[in-house]
């Protein structure tokens, strides 16, 4: 069991013949599959993979080989990566604004699918991208709750506004189609629920017959002790009000999950710099590091402690503060995060559930930063 083993069993047994002093992301190729199939077999449309919640190759190659035919690029760079990693998958670009240098680069890789969300950015579009089989999907949103984080802040057209580009687009010749996204980790079926039912509103009012309708990512991953997602009653849900609403001109449904797809996949080990005062824990990783979307969407719960020799830490649960490793005083996890009492200076702390949102904005700032990669059989400890 020396240094050059590539595949360990669990990060237990990494954790303690391994000691290591940088945070490491454990990644588990059976659970992105498995959690693939799930979504092939539970969704009642096209699967596809959301890149910008982790591009890492071996996320990719392990969903192309888990039968994933499609991914949602948002960049030139998502696009070539995936052109590269899979060259006959469909590409959806939507990132509803692009430079027109971003446009043509997309167009000369054969991207077909478009979302768009103002009239001044659809322009672009109908100057740039040719007619033939490309889908121009109208992105538009609503004040729903149910989510972790409020997406319609940044991007989707008023119900109204979205009759009106619908409408434009199916003029100008292109594939019409609909989109939203419902926010991410949203728990609540009834928020894609809502979105379908006012995205029938809209054809109809449009006197737009849509070809397809995308449901958006935002499918939760499993982040709170005891709150299990359930994915099918979501696709459940998304089905049966998709009858509802469209009847006979039901379009063809698709989903652009992230996180629902890779968040389960990977853990991180952290590890205890300093126990300080009772109740402050200075960990080598956090909000500047892999934890960043703690700050945003709360912290996960789903904690195990070791001890360096590979033991589990069992003291009863406190609420403690912790802050990461850098200097700045916003570098603090939000609230109390429940740890053991026994809890030591060298332990490691292992958070779960951090496949989404957490490589990606990993920062160098002060140095820290430096996240060792890991695979492994399973992930439980
Ligand atoms: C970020 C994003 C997604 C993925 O969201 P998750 O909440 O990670 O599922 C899907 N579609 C679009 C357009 C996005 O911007």
């Excluded at 698709?254 to 797809?261: F, I, N, Q, T, Y």
């Amino acid at each position: 069991m020396g240094l050059s083993k590539t595949i360990w069993t669990n990060p237990t047994e990494f954790l303690r013949s391994q000691n290591p002093e940088n945070p490491v992301l454990f990644f588990a190729p059976q659970v992105v599959q498995a959690t693939a199939r799930r979504f092939l077999n539970g969704f009642p449309g096209l699967v596809t993979y959301a890149v910008k919640s982790n591009p890492g190759e071996e996320v990719v190659e392990n969903l192309v080989a888990a039968g994933i035919r499609g991914f949602d690029c948002a960049s030139s760079f998502e696009i070539d990566l995936i052109r590269r990693l899979a060259p006959d998958a469909a590409i959806h670009y939507n990132n509803p604004v692009r430079s027109l240098t971003e446009i043509d680069h997309a167009v000369a890789r054969g991207v077909r699918s478009y979302s768009v969300d103002s009239a001044s950015e659809l322009a672009k579009l109908i100057a740039r991208v040719p007619v033939q089989g490309c889908e121009i999907s109208v992105r538009f949103k609503l004040p729903v709750a149910g989510a972790a984080y409020n997406f319609g802040a940044k991007f989707g057209a008023t119900a109204e506004a979205a009759v009106d580009l619908l409408k434009t687009v199916a003029k100008a010749g292109f594939i019409p189609s609909i989109t939203f996204h419902p926010g991410t980790q949203c728990t609540d079926p009834n928020a894609w629920g809502s979105y379908i039912r006012e995205a029938a509103v809209i054809a109809r009012k449009a006197v737009v017959k849509i070809a397809r309708l995308n449901v958006g990512g935002g499918f939760p991953n499993y982040r709170a002790v005891g709150v299990v997602p359930d994915l099918e009653a979501i696709f459940a849900t998304i089905n049966r009000v998709a009858s509802e609403s469209f009847g006979a001109d039901r379009p063809a449904l698709v989903c652009e999950p992230g996180r629902g797809l890779c968040g389960d996949a990977f853990c991180v080990a952290t590890r205890v710099k300093g126990f300080r005062d009772h109740n402050h824990v200075f960990l080598n990783d956090g909000i500047y590091g892999s934890l960043f979307e703690f700050s945003q969407i709360g912290i996960i719960d789903r904690i195990d402690v070791l001890d360096p020799q590979g033991n589990h830490r069992t003291g009863a649960l406190h609420g403690k503060i912790v802050f990461g490793p850098t200097c700045d005083s916003v570098d603090r996890l939000p609230g109390d995060v429940p740890l053991p009492d026994d809890l030591q200076e060298g332990d490691y702390v292992v958070f779960q559930g951090m496949g989404a949102y957490s490589t990606v904005t990993n920062s160098r700032f002060n140095g820290f930063g430096d996240l060792a990669r890991s695979t492994v059989l399973s992930l439980k400890l």
